[in-house]
């Protein structure tokens, strides 16, 4: 029995013989009528499908159907950027922190030792002094990413492949492994505000978390960590920065091949397949250990799908009531490292404050662009998607109350640690926070159009007493919605 091997089986595939490329993009499900789908994260796109099996597609290739949600970001000079240079522009930049012999020898493919350090002389330090430091709950992973040059998930995940053994436990080609996780970086869209290499690498830590806590550290195997760990990497893999509502009435073909379910999902698990086959990074292992090690990554990252969020709840909460968890079986071991994949997807509101603010104004703003591009279409806007009904703390405090607050009360049920109670802690007080700030931008907004209203009225009285009410009250309201237009 090979190294991969596992007792349990998700279902049985084969992979396809002779395989094409093709190129393709993705979304997700979404309930509108479950309240806790409408406080739903934005799930992405990527590469790879099959007829039969797995098929990986060729990469920097994205054709879309009615809406190219690529205007999204569109900025000037850079709307047209040529698919022929793609690869080696991307590659240069990904490793211009890089001394240019290490990146070099690495596009060339040298079988040589790669030296661990790989950061320029300047930053090396400090990244270094934060990476021993990589286990605690108020890492900061955006000074972490300016300090590797937005390389953090490339440099974190190596790094905690490394921390783990894994490397030689695997026997894992070090020149395939750099490949494999600078073309997952590549992936992720640097565009998105949100579901991009960042927030990656944030939840790859967060994993690292968990995966530490004294339940799962004393049960889980080398073949769990590793699994862990490429699924929090590869969890959002491409994506879009849309969400499924939007690719279903914008009849994106993904949403019929996936029939509305799971289908970012699905893409972003396939994706990550196509990069594991691409870089041949588990060719050396057996074909059933490389099969299964797909199979399970796939089980991860499809329980991120926010819309069966109940249903993963509930089964924990069964669990939990009935203290019939035992980590020394494998399919027990698995559902543990699908709730903290899921904790670790949506761990933001338990970050301390500054942290936890940056990443809701993010998410909220990619929510917003979405519904930008949605009124430009004359499209329906998605719930939480339109920026003059929303605000950053409503969204915030619905995700809490209906998503996270449940989700992290039965995880502290099943790891009663510090850490737990520090998440919880947290999230309390960046409730209370965003709350409060509720409040206060509230009379303050009022204040200000009272005021506006009073000024335009007295302008408008010299200039025709008789309609002064009504041209001052209507100037006062049209310029501010005038200078929010995208």
């Avoid at 924990?316 to 994949?341: K, V």
């Avoid at 409503?394 to 049920?413: C, D, H, K, S």
Wanted: glycine letters at 6%; hydrophobic letters at 35%; proline letters at 4%.
């Amino acid at each position: 029995m090979g190294l991969l091997c596992r007792p349990h089986q998700f279902w049985a595939y084969q992979p396809v013989a002779g395989t094409h490329y093709v190129a393709r993009r993705g979304a997700i499900s979404y309930d509108s009528s479950d309240q806790t789908a409408l406080y739903i994260r934005m799930l992405g796109d990527v590469r790879v499908r099959s007829q039969v099996g797995f098929e990986p597609e060729r990469r920097s290739s994205h054709p879309y159907l009615c809406i190219d949600f690529r205007t999204l970001h569109t900025r000037l000079g850079c709307g047209s950027a040529s698919a022929a240079s793609g690869p080696e522009r991307r590659v240069h930049r990904l490793l211009s922190f890089q001394r240019y012999l290490h990146s070099s020898r690495l596009l060339r493919g040298v079988p040589q030792q790669i030296p661990l350090h790989i950061l320029d002389e300047d930053y090396t330090g400090q990244a270094r002094c934060m990476l021993e430091k990589v286990g605690n709950w108020n890492f900061d992973i955006f000074r972490f990413d300016r300090l590797t040059n937005g390389n953090s998930l490339i440099t974190l995940t190596f790094h905690l492949l490394n921390q783990y053994g894994l490397v030689e436990l695997f026997q894992l080609d070090m020149v395939k492994l750099w490949r494999f996780l600078v073309m997952v970086q590549e992936d992720y869209h640097s565009d998105n505000p949100y579901h991009n290499a960042v927030h990656a690498a944030d939840v790859t830590q967060a994993m690292y978390c968990y995966l530490r806590e004294p339940m799962l550290a004393k049960s889980l195997t080398s073949y769990d960590i590793l699994l862990g760990l490429l699924a929090a990497a590869t969890h959002d893999l491409g994506h879009p920065g849309v969400n499924q509502p939007f690719l279903i009435k914008t009849d994106h073909y993904l949403a019929t091949l996936y029939r509305n379910t799971s289908v970012l999902e699905n893409h972003h698990w396939k994706s990550a397949v196509g990069l594991l086959r691409e870089t041949g990074l588990f060719s050396h292992l057996p074909a059933e250990d490389s099969l299964n090690m797909e199979r399970e990554l796939g089980s991860l990252i499809l329980a991120t799908d926010i819309s069966r969020q109940n249903e993963y709840l509930s089964r924990f909460r069964m669990h939990l009531d009935q203290d019939n968890l035992c980590l020394s079986n494998a399919s027990h071991r698995h559902f543990i490292l699908q709730m903290a994949l899921k904790c670790a997807d949506i761990c933001n509101p338990c970050r301390p404050w500054e942290q936890s603010k940056q990443w809701s104004e993010k998410v909220t703003e990619e929510f917003f662009q979405q519904g930008d591009i949605e009124k430009k279409h004359k499209l329906e806007v998605s719930p939480l998607c339109d920026r003059e009904m929303n605000t950053v703390g409503n969204i915030q405090i619905g995700f809490m109350t209906y998503v996270a607050e449940p989700l992290f009360a039965e995880w502290a049920r099943f790891s009663d640690t510090r850490l737990s109670q520090t998440m919880l802690g947290h999230m309390g007080l960046n409730k209370a926070s965003w709350g409060g700030l509720q409040q206060e931008q509230t009379p303050v907004s009022e204040e200000a159009e009272a005021s506006i209203a009073s000024a335009g009225d007295a302008a408008a009285a010299r200039r025709d007493a008789n309609t002064a009410t009504v041209a001052g009250g209507t100037s006062s309201k049209e310029i501010p919605q005038g200078s929010r237009e995208s």
